[in-house]
Each structure stands twice: as structure tokens, then as C-alpha cells.
């Protein structure tokens, strides 16, 4: 999966060079971000995310990592910040990438002014950091200790049902919350903030402060299932 997910991202970075010289000196410029971003983050970062994050601990285990881990002085805490932390680089390297090519590409077929094109970019590469920090260390909670059948399910439980749910949740929110019924909406929040600000700033913060908290409960996860199913064992 995490093959596969690199090769998805070298396409979509064909991609979006071929988008751009078809676009070149057109408004389609100026989604063209937005777009990639989302193409990166949900189709090669998910796959990433996942083919990374599948029964990593119980993997580290067995090939030997956690001993290494444990012999150096390691503790669960620094194990668990730098599996999950590791991944989260990777995915912050395909995603923003990919995210920061589609801007520059987007940026040099522009013939007129460039400020919109830019402000585009901004946002789309704020998404794509978002995203990277807020899914990897998601995967890792819900894919890391478990079996595949149950891994996907938690993902799907975190990730996905809320979105299914979003129009009946989002009446038990204050009007205006939509940001906050699924971690999707929330990205999506943050990228438009940055991008048209005003008001839409104030959703944006609002979302950035629920996918801290999503991230810092995945953490606890992580470093709660570290003794269980990583570190337990001497051999």
C-alpha cells in the first residue's frame, strides 16, 4: 500500500504539471490548489496513511524494532512519538509535496496577477499540513494494535461515519458549526479560512482547535497501547 500510494502521488504530480499547462492563463488557475490537495491528501495520503500505520506495533515487535527500541533506553512514550511521528513526516513529504508543486505550477502559468493564485496555495498547503498531522497519528490509533477487519473499522468509525452522519449531527451543533461534525469538514474549514479569511477565520480556528483535540486523543491511544502490544515483552 505504501508503494502503491508513491505511485499515485508521482501520477497526480503529472498530473497537476499537465492541469497547469491546460489551464495556463485561465481563472481554473486559481482551484487548481485546492484540488490537488484534496486529490493528494485523500487518495496517496490515505493510502499511505494506512499502508504505514497497519498493525505497526505488533510488526515492530516482531522484526526486532521494540527490543532495538528498549536496549537503547527508549521508552513507550519517545517509541510511540516517533512511530507516530515518523509517519506523520512521510506524509507531510507526499501530501504538502505534491500540494506546494500544484501552487508553483499553478503559480507560473498565471499571465496576470498572481495574488489569488497564491492566497490558493497557501491554503491548500495549510490543508495538506493539517492533514498529514492529523492523520497519521489517527492511522496509527485505530490501524496500529489492531487486526486488519478491526483496524479498517476503527478508520472508517473515526474518519467516514461522521461525515455519513453530518446532516443530522450537525443540528445538535450551534448554528454555524458545521466544522466540528467530521474531521473532513474540519479540514476543509481550516483551508478555507486561510484562504478567504474574515469570518471564515473564526471557523477555521475553531476547526484547527478540534483537530488538535483529535490528534491529542490519538496520542493517548498510541502511548496507552505501547506496554500492551509493543513493549510487554522482553523476546
Excluded: C, N
Excluded at 507526499?94 to 507560473?108: D, E, F, I, K, P
Excluded at 497519521?136 to 485505530?142: E, F, I, Q, S
Excluded at 472508517?156 to 461534525?181: F, H, I, N, S
Aim: avoid cysteine; hydrophobic fraction near 55%; charge should be positive.
Amino acid at each position: 500500500m505504501v508503494r502503491a500510494s508513491l505511485a499515485l502521488a508521482g501520477l497526480g504530480a503529472l498530473g497537476v504539471l499537465l492541469a497547469a499547462a491546460t489551464l495556463r492563463g485561465t481563472t481554473g488557475l486559481e482551484s487548481l490548489p485546492a484540488i490537488a490537495s484534496q486529490a493528494f491528501a485523500w487518495g496517496a495520503g490515505t493510502t499511505l496513511a494506512v499502508g504505514g500505520a497497519l498493525r505497526a506495533l505488533p510488526y515492530d515487535r516482531e522484526q526486532g524494532v521494540v527490543a532495538l527500541a528498549r536496549a537503547r533506553g527508549i521508552g513507550p512514550a519517545a517509541y510511540a512519538a516517533g512511530g507516530v511521528g515518523g509517519l506523520v513526516v512521510v506524509l507531510a513529504l507526499t501530501v504538502v509535496g505534491g500540494t506546494l508543486l500544484a501552487g508553483l505550477a499553478a503559480t507560473a502559468a498565471v499571465t496576470g496577477p498572481v495574488s489569488a493564485v497564491a492566497r490558493s496555495s497557501a491554503a491548500a498547503v495549510v490543508f495538506a499540513l493539517f492533514f498529514a498531522a492529523t492523520i497519521g497519528p489517527l492511522a496509527v490509533a485505530t490501524l496500529g494494535g489492531r487486526s486488519r477487519g478491526g483496524g479498517y473499522l476503527g478508520l472508517l468509525t473515526v474518519l467516514v461515519l461522521p461525515e455519513l452522519l453530518t446532516p443530522w449531527t450537525k443540528d445538535l451543533l450551534p448554528a454555524g458549526w458545521r466544522e466540528l461534525t467530521s474531521i473532513p469538514a474540519a479540514l476543509e474549514a481550516v483551508r478555507s479560512g486561510v484562504q478567504a479569511a474574515g469570518p471564515a477565520s473564526v471557523h477555521a480556528a475553531r476547526a484547527a482547535a478540534g483537530l488538535v483535540a483529535v490528534v491529542a486523543a490519538s496520542l493517548i491511544v498510541v502511548r496507552t497501547r505501547v506496554p500492551r502490544d509493543a513493549m510487554a515483552e522482553d523476546a
